[in-house]
């Protein structure tokens, strides 16, 4: 503990001794940057202070709560882990109302709910439906979490659909592949029940999952899953129709230390290789590595997975200061050599950082939301 506070206290040090723009409040953290040809130059991170207090608080109640035994001290977590209630009626800054879903079903695991979100005015045709999964390694937070909750907002406001946001069961309580049965089990019950608990009328032929981080990894192995073409697949696919993914930042990995996940250790916020090993461990299960299919999706050590013919077209978000980009752009390769019957739109953010979305301060934040919602709109006028 001494020594995980120890390094808190000197990443505040260098923080603190960065340049500061009075006015702008921001922060230049000046950043080891490999060339091409192997040298080094300096290349810079400006970040709000606000911003960097907040990642600061979350990344050391992070490392506090991840205990060496493997298991996850919630209660300190929850110290810096605010929560946010559902709101029946429309919330001021986005005019958006949520309300929480109890998810039923023969297959749905006790206590698996869903936060709904509902965009400002009444639709005058079904909505699409955008099926959420939160990030955090597995491990943390949650629907209710403030951030997500705060996000699946502006996504319902701008993207004029209705977002389900899955509270999906945590490792290491529930390692795999329990994340991705909540998540296939959301869907089962949204065909079962023609979306009838929603509050708004949703076309399911319309259907896109999307997720953060961890979340990101959730959707595409629920899509895998739900558009497997395998003769024995249960999924009523042909009623909740997946139009696209979209996955920001996605969490992926395998045994190799990519490029990126070494340039970036130790300087890049957020995300490092001893919290990523932690989570992986946490969730993959018991002795398995990191080339198992649900981390290693790119096939340098693992079989590529065999994707359906109706998996959807993909958008795959990847921040140039995110220690997981290498593996964010081999996955947009892979699905673009696999999957040639659907469209891969690769975004790049070249200054942002890991889970910039939850920060609105940040302008990536407003312009991927844009982004999502050219994507969505070119996939409903093909779909």
């Given at each position: 503990?001494?020594?995980?506070?120890?390094?808190?206290?000197?990443?505040?040090?260098?923080?603190?001794?960065?340049?500061?723009?009075?006015?702008?409040?921001?922060?230049?953290?000046?950043?080891?940057?490999?060339?091409?040809?192997?040298?080094?130059?300096?290349?810079?991170?400006?970040?709000?202070?606000?911003?960097?207090?907040?990642?600061?608080?979350?990344?050391?109640?992070?490392?506090?709560?991840?205990?060496?035994?493997?298991?996850?001290?919630?209660?300190?977590?929850?110290?810096?882990?605010?929560?946010?209630?559902?709101?029946?009626?429309?919330?001021?800054?986005?005019?958006?109302?949520?309300?929480?879903?109890?998810?039923?079903?023969?297959?749905?695991?006790?206590?698996?709910?869903?936060?709904?979100?509902?965009?400002?005015?009444?639709?005058?045709?079904?909505?699409?439906?955008?099926?959420?999964?939160?990030?955090?390694?597995?491990?943390?937070?949650?629907?209710?979490?403030?951030?997500?909750?705060?996000?699946?907002?502006?996504?319902?406001?701008?993207?004029?659909?209705?977002?389900?946001s899955v509270d999906y069961r945590l490792a290491p309580e529930h390692p795999y592949p329990a994340?991705?049965?909540?998540?296939?089990?959301?869907?089962?019950?949204?065909?079962?029940?023609?979306?009838?608990?929603?509050?708004?009328?949703?076309?399911?032929s319309r259907c896109f999952l999307a997720g953060d981080s961890a979340g990101g990894n959730i959707?595409?192995?629920?899509?895998?899953?739900?558009?497997?073409?395998?003769?024995?697949?249960?999924?009523?696919?042909?009623?909740?129709?997946?139009?696209?993914?979209?996955?920001?930042?996605?969490?992926?990995?395998?045994?190799?230390?990519?490029?990126?996940?070494?340039?970036?250790?130790?300087?890049?916020?957020?995300?490092?290789?001893?919290?990523?090993?932690?989570?992986?461990?946490?969730?993959?299960?018991?002795?398995?590595?990191?080339?198992?299919?649900?981390?290693?999706?790119?096939?340098?050590?693992?079989?590529?997975?065999?994707?359906?013919?109706?998996?959807?077209?993909?958008?795959?978000?990847?921040?140039?200061?995110?220690?997981?980009?290498?593996?964010?752009?081999?996955?947009?390769?892979?699905?673009?050599?696999k999957n040639r019957n659907a469209a891969v739109r690769l975004v790049d953010f070249p200054e942002?950082?890991?889970?910039?979305?939850?920060?609105?301060?940040?302008?990536?934040?407003?312009?991927?939301?844009?982004?999502?919602?050219?994507?969505?709109?070119?996939?409903?006028?093909?779909?």
């Amino acid at each position: 503990m001494y020594s995980i506070l120890e390094t808190r206290f000197r990443e505040y040090v260098d923080f603190s001794c960065c340049f500061c723009k009075p006015r702008a409040l921001i922060c230049e953290h000046w950043l080891p940057w490999m060339t091409e040809n192997g040298g080094e130059r300096r290349k810079k991170i400006a970040l709000p202070w606000a911003v960097r207090l907040q990642v600061m608080a979350l990344t050391t109640a992070c490392d506090l709560a991840q205990r060496r035994d493997g298991t996850v001290n919630r209660f300190l977590f929850s110290l810096v882990d605010r929560r946010a209630r559902a709101t029946s009626r429309p919330d001021a800054a986005h005019g958006v109302s949520s309300a929480d879903v109890t998810i039923d079903g023969a297959r749905a695991a006790k206590g698996l709910w869903a936060r709904v979100f509902s965009p400002p005015s009444p639709p005058a045709a079904p909505l699409p439906v955008v099926v959420y999964f939160h990030g955090g390694g597995f491990t943390l937070l949650s629907a209710a979490s403030a951030p997500m909750d705060a996000l699946c907002r502006r996504l319902a406001r701008a993207l004029g659909a209705v977002v389900v946001s899955v509270d999906y069961r945590l490792a290491p309580e529930h390692p795999y592949p329990a994340a991705y049965d909540d998540g296939e089990d959301v869907l089962g019950y949204l065909a079962a029940t023609n979306a009838a608990s929603l509050p708004a009328p949703v076309d399911l032929s319309r259907c896109f999952l999307a997720g953060d981080s961890a979340g990101g990894n959730i959707a595409h192995h629920v899509a895998h899953r739900w558009t497997s073409d395998d003769p024995n697949n249960p999924n009523p696919k042909h009623v909740v129709q997946l139009a696209g993914i979209i996955l920001l930042q996605p969490y992926f990995g395998g045994e190799e230390r990519t490029g990126s996940e070494i340039s970036l250790e130790g300087v890049a916020p957020v995300v490092n290789m001893r919290r990523s090993d932690w989570s992986w461990k946490a969730f993959l299960p018991l002795g398995a590595d990191r080339n198992h299919e649900a981390a290693h999706v790119t096939g340098e050590a693992e079989p590529e997975p065999k994707l359906g013919e109706s998996f959807p077209p993909a958008m795959v978000v990847v921040g140039g200061f995110d220690p997981l980009k290498d593996w964010q752009r081999r996955y947009a390769v892979m699905l673009e050599r696999k999957n040639r019957n659907a469209a891969v739109r690769l975004v790049d953010f070249p200054e942002a950082i890991h889970g910039f979305y939850m920060f609105p301060k940040l302008p990536e934040a407003g312009e991927v939301v844009e982004k999502v919602r050219a994507f969505i709109e070119t996939c409903t006028a093909h779909h």
